[in-house]
């Protein structure tokens, strides 16, 4: 058997060669002697009956061989890496991957991390954003938060809360808006949601203009558009409160419409690991306050 006997120091000193190019820096990182490593690299010259490095005047080159032996190396040592990485005070950091709509990332769940961190710090969190379209198996995801009905193919769901709509706009638009009316003469920015406006309008009690504003696939770059003075958002409050409390916007109307909910997502296949059922429950109680709020809304 060639396991018990892989001469992992001279693998070490290949390896580092090759990704620098140098026998120096790779001594340098490696923190032996130049000589050390040259000696490494011969020995595994030796044992494998090949040239694997050019040595030029100004460095190294890879030989074919070299090229061949690189990547099954720096792979297996990246992810001897990754497995070392998650231990930490004697315990194992368990990966969790989730996958978070955009707008709610930014506007509700990333100023609570610290929270969960602080009470679960063995936990390896990495987030990834995107704009409600997401597919749990192909992109490795333990968890998706996202908006919508709560149905969705092969998925259990669990609901956080509403995101009710409203009128978001710059306070110099807001000026002039004393009724809803008002709107009609203004750019009505629309989500890919073409029922919205129609929706909050009809709450208003009064009939909707033809809504022909630019379209945008988040809120999240809806309302930054509103605050550059592009027109008018519908968007939930609840997400951009900064922005409210700061006064880069306004909500001239206390009117609301409800087309979602904002849901915690997995897999109907997935087992339930100790990460994810430490989210679980710390989103769950984090977001009842919240949910409790939509409703009254």
């Known amino acids: 058997m060639v396991r018990p006997h892989l001469p992992l120091n001279a693998l070490k000193a290949f390896e580092a060669s090759a ?20 000696h490494q690299v011969k020995s595994l010259e030796e044992r494998l009956g090949s040239t694997l490095f050019r040595r030029l005047p100004r460095g ?20 001897i890496a990754g497995v070392l990485e998650q231990f930490e005070g004697g315990h194992v950091r368990e990966v ?32 990834s954003t995107n704009n409600n379209r997401v597919d749990i198996a192909a992109e490795g995801l333990d968890f998706a938060i996202r908006f919508g009905d ?24 807001a000026e002039r808006l004393a ?12 989500s890919y949601r073409a029922d919205e406006w ?20 988040s809120s999240r770059t809806m309302v930054e558009a509103a605050i550059l003075g592009a027109g008018v958002a519908l968007a939930p409050p609840l997400m951009f409160q900064r922005q409210l409390a700061a006064g880069a ?37 984090a977001s009842l306050p919240y949910s409790d709020a939509a409703e009254a809304s």
């Open 19 to 38: 990704r620098h190019l140098s026998f120096t820096r790779a001594a340098i990182e490696l923190a032996v002697t130049q000589a050390a490593v040259s």
């Open 60 to 79: 190294l080159a890879l030989t074919d061989e070299g090229q061949a032996l690189l990547p099954t190396l720096r792979d297996s040592f990246d992810r």
């Open 96 to 127: 969790l991957n989730v996958g978070v709509v955009g707008t709610f990332a930014v506007g509700w769940l990333i100023e609570r991390l610290p929270a969960f961190q602080r009470a679960h710090p063995f936990i390896d969190l990495r987030l």
């Open 150 to 173: 709560g149905a969705w193919h092969s998925t259990e769901a669990e609901r956080l809360f509403a995101a009710p709509l409203s009128v978001l706009c710059i306070p110099e638009i």
């Open 179 to 190: 009724q809803p009316q008002d709107l009609h003469g203004e750019t009505l920015l629309r």
């Open 198 to 217: 129609p929706s909050w309008f009809a709450a208003a009690g009064i009939a909707a203009p033809t809504v022909k504003g630019p379209i945008f696939d």
């Open 249 to 285: 916007i306004q909500q001239p109307f206390e009117i609301f419409v409800t087309h979602g909910c904002y849901w915690l997502t997995w897999l109907k296949s997935s087992a339930p690991t100790p990460a994810m059922r430490a989210f679980q429950a710390w989103i769950l109680a």
